[in-house]
């Protein structure tokens, strides 16, 4: 679950939601992107078997991101 998502659950503001994560030693993703170099890979690592979840582990952003990159690539 995402902190706009707990934020939401628990009626308070993102920021203060990503500041009692952080206190709590919660890592934070940064929203890093995926870059066209990055996109060969998740490319390769997909024909490989991959799962959407174990790729975007591998480059530390969300199973939606690789998803929706993924979806919307131009074959």
Do not use: C
Request: glycine share 6%; charged share 30%; no cysteine.
């Amino acid at each position: 679950m995402g902190s706009v998502s707990l934020s939401k659950k628990y009626g308070m503001p993102v920021n203060t939601m990503l500041d009692w994560l952080r206190r709590d030693g919660v890592e934070i993703r940064s929203g890093r992107k995926l870059s066209a170099a990055d996109m060969v890979d998740v490319r390769r690592l997909r024909s490989d078997g991959w799962s959407h979840q174990r790729i975007a582990d591998q480059f530390a952003v969300s199973r939606s991101t690789v998803s929706l990159r993924l979806r919307n690539q131009i074959p």
